[in-house]
């Protein structure tokens, strides 16, 4: 069965590095999401992308964080510099199209010290 | 705004029914979710029920809608083991994808 894949699954870093999570949907899925979920809440969509262009950012802290898909495939989220409140689990979905079910991967984890 | 509200903690009984309540405030949701999280693992969408439906029922889930009170529950009928785990209420409008989840529901089995 066809699966969304994330990496790392955990990432252990010190604050005011640089971090880059990997995203690859399910094949032939338009849309990709990026959700981060802090221990104990639900998930909040940070970036929406409709194949290579980017159709929701309104939460992505564009200060720190950036986030591409730059062949409408896989997809990556990148923290610079990372700060302490950034601890959280990543999520990347995808989907067929916006308005169908999201299928989720496993998530990478990030803890900074 | 949108918000969605799911009480933090339930515990039940093995072979037992399991209900989970939730409450949205968006009145244009149209599309109404559970999903399911693991220990460690992404989110696996259970069910979910469009807003002009008041039931629907999968094997040991049923989703019930009140949407005049903005209530929405999810039984899980004779509760195993394997139910353990945190579920999440969710909601979604027709003009967009962008689901709204609740904080989940952290549903834990006693023998």
């Known amino acids: 069965e066809a699966e969304v894949a994330q990496s790392p699954r955990y990432k252990i870093t010190e604050k005011s590095q640089a971090v880059a999570f990997w995203c690859d949907p399910i094949?032939?899925?338009?849309?990709l999401y990026w959700y981060r979920q802090i221990l104990g809440q639900g998930p909040e969509l940070l970036v929406q992308f409709q194949d290579e262009s980017v159709v929701d950012d309104s939460q992505l802290p564009k200060d720190r964080f950036s986030a591409e898909r730059l062949k409408g495939v896989d997809s990556t989220l990148k923290i610079q510099p990372a700060e302490l409140g950034d601890s959280a689990m990543y999520l990347c979905?995808?989907?067929?199209?916006?308005?169908?079910?999201?299928?989720f991967g496993p998530g990478t984890r990030l803890t900074v010290l | 705004g949108e918000d969605v509200e799911q009480s933090l903690f339930l515990s039940v009984r093995e072979g037992d029914s399991s209900v989970i309540n939730c409450t949205y405030t968006?009145?244009?949701?149209?599309?109404l979710y559970w999903y399911k999280q693991e220990p460690g693992a992404g989110l696996q969408l259970l069910t979910y029920?469009?807003?002009?439906?008041d039931m629907k029922q999968d094997q040991r889930l049923t989703v019930l809608l009140n949407k005049k009170d903005k209530h929405l529950s999810l039984r899980i009928a004779d509760t195993q083991t394997g139910d353990s785990a945190i579920y999440f209420c969710a909601e979604s409008t027709s003009s967009a994808s962008k689901i709204i989840f609740g904080s989940g529901t952290r549903l834990s089995i006693r023998p």
């Open positions: 029920i469009f807003s002009n439906m």
């Open positions: 094949s032939g899925h338009a849309t």
């Open positions: 968006d009145s244009s949701s149209t599309y």
């Open positions: 979905a995808s989907s067929q199209g916006p308005n169908n079910e999201q299928f």
